[in-house]
Each structure stands twice: as C-alpha cells, then as structure tokens.
C-alpha cells in the first residue's frame, strides 16, 4: 500500500490528467512522471496511467454526449469501432515489445501534432483545395491513433485534435465530443490487455482513478463553458509543454 503523500500525489495527478483530457488531452503528462515519481517502472507505470485515465475519460464522453455528431462524415459509432480494434492491437503490442524505441519516437509525433495544430485550419483549406479526403482516409488515421493509444497513448488526444482539424476541418472546441469518446474507447480496450496480462500498479491507480473521474467531469463542464479562442490556446500551450517534456524525457 502507498503511504499518504503518494497516495496524494496518484490522485492529485488523476485530477490534473482527468481535466487535461477533456480540455485538450495530454493527461498522461501528469499522471506518468507521477508514477515514476514513486518507482514505477516505465512499462506498468504507462498501463497504470492508461487504466486510471479512463473511467475520467468515460466521464467526459459522457457529460459531452449530446454533442456527438459524425467527423469528416463518418458516424462516431464506426470511428469507435476502429479505435476499439486497434487500441487491443495497440496494448497488445506494448506488452509484448520494449517501448524504449517508441519513447524516442514519440516526442517527433506530438511536435508533428503541435505544428498541425498551430496551422491546422489553414493546412485544412489547403488540402481540401488540392485533394479528397475521404472516409478510407480518417478510417486509416483512426486506427493509427487507436493503436498508439492503446500502445503508449501520451499526447493521443493533442494529436486526435490535429488528426481532425487537417483531415475534416474540425475546430478544436468542436472536437471535445468525439476526441473524448475515442480516447475513452481506446483506453478501454488497452485496460483490458493490461489487466489481464498484470500490468496494473492498483494500489497507485486506484486514487489516481479517483482524481482522474473528477477531473474529467469538472473538465468537460467547464470546457462546455469555455469560447473556442481559450480552447485553442490552451491547446496549444498544452501540446508545446507536452512536446518539450518528452524530448527532454526522451533525449536530455
């Protein structure tokens, strides 16, 4: 069992991630340096986040549910299906590999996620003026953003955002429906994986959990109330914090 000041810690982190992932994702950069913090191993202490993160996330799907409405033309029911897939494909892939290689990756992918989003609508009206963007199109991003969700998934919902802005035109405030729907989903399925194969650090995920449900909730009401303007800053300041951390993570 942890004594009280992790204990703390675990939840003050799950309430942090929980907002996090309603406003503009990029939870895991609270909640992963928090389980490293108290000696987690990398490995567990991804599983662990994953797993404390989602009942949060679910609780922001939730609260944004009457805002669900079809990406790029594509119903939320079918982008789930795919992110459900590929999240057990994904999770099944962090078990079963080292993730020292994708961690030198990953800063790369959420700098690409940060200059999308900086430039994402205007990158938008220059790719719907020279080419097609169909349904096969966003099926294929889906599934490469559920499986890094379910492998890794720090910075999926900063990088779900960009996915949407390029590929169907979406602001980020329009976004907060499905963007939390498909992280819930891909986190669901990578908590099945990880539960079933041992990966979980219960007694630093259970208050982590906690937070992570409150977090979510007070997120997502007060993202509800929040004008795009703020959205997109935030965002924005939250994938460059994101960014730099895990370069310094991955490199420094």
Known sequence: MLDLAPALLAFAAGLVGGAMNALAGGG??????????????????NATSNLALMPGAAASAWTFRG?????????VRALAGVTFAAGLVGSALLVATPSRAFDLIVPWLLLVAFVAIVFG??????????????????FVAQALLGTYGGYFGGGVGIMTTATYGLLAGETPRTMFAPRTLMLAVANFAAA???ILTGLIRWDACLPMLVGGVIGGWLGAHGGKRLPAGAVRAWTILVTAATTAVF??????
């Open 67 to 75: 805002e669900l409405q079809p990406v790029g033309g594509v119903s």
């Open 121 to 138: 609508k205007r990158a938008s009206e220059w790719l719907k003026g020279r080419v097609t963007i169909g349904r096969t199109t966003l």
């Open 28 to 45: 895991t950069f609270a909640t992963m340096p928090a389980l490293l913090a108290i000696g987690t191993p990398a490995n567990v202490a």
């Open 192 to 194: 099945i994986v990880f």
């Open 247 to 252: 370069f310094w993570r991955a490199y420094g």
